[in-house]
């Protein structure tokens, strides 16, 4: 058997938490090191008009790609920052990833070139792919099974509250600030917590568990990590399933502002939904100790396909009105908090050797895959609601088929040793 598919150690590694870090600060810190990507593309959003007016953009729609080459260089970054950190340990390479995310930023305030705008803003989604790779590579470190799903369902719910404010903090600091005021708010921000990890945060990843940094050990190991039946489909699933979010992402504002006219309080509107994902990870982080991540994901993203097949007969000859779709949503977006947290667990279980490779994989197929195809959906999308409801229908159904291939077609089977 191939040492990326040996066992992981009999034991979490909770000694290396234990006594330092509480559970509570814990989380708060892996939720924060996650919530850095969310807060570089959130509170971004309402500054598009100023940003194409300092750096001399005609066509207001391309400041967009300030969002687009973030994602890649995120995307693109986890490819990389895996390895790296299953080779030199979890604190290097986070320390290396966040200055590179703040002087990205500042870098931002000290050009007139959009260009030169594109090129950093790509640099700061690279130093985010490490806070991403190794917060989930350290809760893997330290935690294993239902475990480990509780404590990423908290997680979330912290992460699910950035979009909420982000949004509000962007507008209130231009009002205070200017534009300039959003890239120091990323900077500080990732300077304050640069701090307070090396401070608070122990190294995860035990000497005899360190990996070689070849070209060869590279790509065997992310080679047998897609040979691993459970691993490969659950990391499909996993991708179809965030494309859902990032359909939504895609086309919140034209779908809450032009066809509902919800104006400046679509933000009021986007938050509600973040909320109610954030409510059910609570949930969830509880729940999962009795039923199991199984039982739960399987669920919960059956009846998300299901309520999106319901949401796109009712838009078939028109969209729906604002309180039915409004009604639908509320329904539908607090299943996410029952399903992505349990996916990545499921899909990290067996790779406790490889956990920064494994949560590199994870990461690339959400951000990239997951996002160009939120993006084909965000294109197709004109002002009706059936596309974004027919998107959903079609890549949730995918991921139940990515989870019935991987389970062996057992769905809702009981736990195995490993999540018990």
Known sequence: MSSVTRAAPEAPNRNLIAGRVGRAEFIVVIAALMALNAFAIDIVLPAYPELAQAFSVTDETDVAMILVTYILGFSVGQLAFGPIADRYGRRAPLFVGMVLYALAAIGVLMTADFTAVLLLRALQGVGAAATRVIALAVVRDTMKGREMASLMSLVMMVFMVVPIFAPMAGEG????????????????????????????????????????????????????ILRIRLVAGYCAATAFFFSALFAFLTVAQPLYVG???????????????????????????????K???????????????????????????GNPPFWLFMTLMALLFPLLGLIGANLNAIAMEPL????????????????AVAGLIGAFIGSLFDDQVVVLAAGFTIVSGLSVLSIWWAEEGKLFRAPNAGEA
């Open 291 to 317: 039923l199991g991540a199984r039982r739960l994901s399987h669920g919960a993203l059956i009846a998300f396909t299901a309520l999106s097949g319901v949401l796109t007969l009712l838009s078939f000859g």
């Open 259 to 289: 066809v509902y006219g919800l104006d400046r309080t679509f933000t009021i509107a986007f938050g509600a939904v973040a909320a109610l994902m954030a409510v059910t990870s609570m949930v969830n982080s509880r729940l999962v100790h």
């Open 352 to 367: 406790g050797e490889v956990a920064g490779s494994a949560s590199a994989i994870l990461g690339f197929l959400q951000s």
């Open 173 to 224: 600091l231009l009002i205070v600030s200017g534009w300039p005021g959003i890239f120091w708010a990323m900077a500080l921000s990732a300077i304050a917590l640069l701090a307070w990890c090396a401070v608070r945060l122990p190294e995860t990843l035990k000497p005899e568990y360190r990996r070689d940094l070849s070209a060869r050990t590279i790509v065997n190991g992310f080679g047998a």
